[in-house]
């Protein structure tokens, strides 16, 4: 139903209807990694030989950049990640080109059987709205239309769900690329210390899931994420609660820094904001199944928004302030060399997404001061 374009995608050569199986390809077929954890494209490098290799190209990965043109990155998501990147790619190999080879890999692997490279998925281009999608089933990985394709068209399928995703797998960001719902992965992350405090006891901001583990492999960082939409922002203001009264404390070291999930959470809520332990631990319950954040701090702030809470979202807000002056750091050059450029504007996608969130969890933080009745903070 379709044909290949050797380094260029696939085209239908007929009319192809909705839910169509399009490929099945076995795994004998693809190149499988060996499961080494991380981010780490060795295993498929080592193994990227044969025709298939060679009609794939390196993506302009940012691993891969010129040094002059990572520094674009600075203050950005991609700055740590990058330079872990880096300095990994320089321990695992001595040969100048292998991290194009490490781009090539991870610019065309899949997750199926651990990792992979599979033909035919892994010449499909990228395009909105997609018309193909790749799924694994058992020894195989299969690939069926979502809609009605015509005659002549491109075949598209879906690469990744942020930019920072984009721009680090792919080397491009999409173009005019909207946030559009709350399934959307870009993400800003800020760390225990933008909240301006000596304050390191993060047992239980982990344990209450305020703070996690960052999702990029090869970082070992602890976070919390805003989202679009002001999504992130209670985990925020709990961050400044326990920051601004230094948390819930025993004599022994913290026993509610050893609770876990929701437990932690209205621990947190009940000594900051003087609630009601077992009332508190039942909203908290209550929303187990999800992020029980935005519904304590709405707990919390019934009937009226105690100052403990005001004074928790101004910390908030200048944690994002000192986040965002991150991202400025790096002032961008007006002149630069022309070869640098496609890399300073991929660097200034990022910058736009990434401040139009922290943009975003301020107004709703600033709004939620001087608004009347019960926090509403997602």
């Known amino acids: 139903m379709a044909r290949g374009v050797a380094g260029l995608g696939c085209i239908a050569t007929q009319t192809i209807g909705e839910n169509e199986l399009l490929f099945v390809i076995p795994k004998r077929a693809c190149i499988c990694a060996e499961a080494r954890g991380g981010d780490s494209q060795k295993s498929l490098v080592e193994k990227l030989k044969g025709p298939l290799s060679a009609v794939l190209r390196p993506a302009a990965c940012p691993f891969a950049w010129p ?4 520094e674009f990155l600075k203050g950005t998501e991609l700055e740590r990640v990058v330079a872990a990147k880096r300095e990994r790619l320089r321990k695992e190999s001595r040969d100048p080109g292998y991290a194009k080879k490490c781009a090539i890999a991870l610019s065309h692997a899949n997750p199926w059987f651990g990792m992979s490279i599979v033909p035919f998925a892994c010449l499909l281009n990228y395009g909105k709205p997609k018309n193909v999608v790749f799924f694994e089933s058992g020894e195989y ?16 399928q879906d690469y990744a769900d942020s930019v920072a995703d984009f721009v680090y797998r792919y080397g491009f960001a999409p173009k005019k690329k909207k946030i559009q ?4 992965d870009d993400a800003v992350s800020l760390e225990l210390k933008d909240f301006g405090s000596n304050y390191a006891d993060d047992r239980l901001l982990r344990a209450s899931l305020a703070l996690e583990e960052t999702p990029w492999d090869g970082l070992d960082d602890i976070t919390a994420e805003i989202k679009p939409h002001a999504v992130g922002t209670a985990k925020l203001v709990a961050i400044a609660l326990v920051v601004s009264k230094r948390g819930p404390r025993d004599d022994d070291g913290g026993e509610a820094a050893a609770a876990r999930d929701v437990v932690a959470a209205a621990s947190i809520v009940s000594y900051c904001c003087n609630t009601d332990f077992e009332a508190t631990l039942c909203v908290a319950r209550r929303n187990n199944h999800k992020d029980p954040w935005p519904a304590l701090i709405e707990f919390a702030s019934t009937p009226k928004t105690p100052a403990i809470l005001r004074d928790a979202i101004a910390l908030a807000r200048k944690a994002i302030a000192k986040r965002k002056g991150r991202l400025f750091h790096q002032k961008q050059q007006q002149d630069v060399e022309p070869a640098l450029r496609k890399y300073q504007r991929l660097a200034a996608s990022l910058r736009t997404v990434e401040l139009g969130i922290l943009n975003t969890a301020d107004r709703k933080l600033a709004t939620s001061l001087w608004h009347e009745g019960p926090l509403k903070l997602a």
Not at 181 to 184: F, M, T
């Open 141 to 156: 990985v299969v690939g069926t239309s979502t809609r009605r394709i015509r005659a002549g068209a491109e075949l598209f």
């Open 67 to 70: 040094k002059k043109a990572v």
């Open 181 to 184: 719902n709350d399934d959307d």
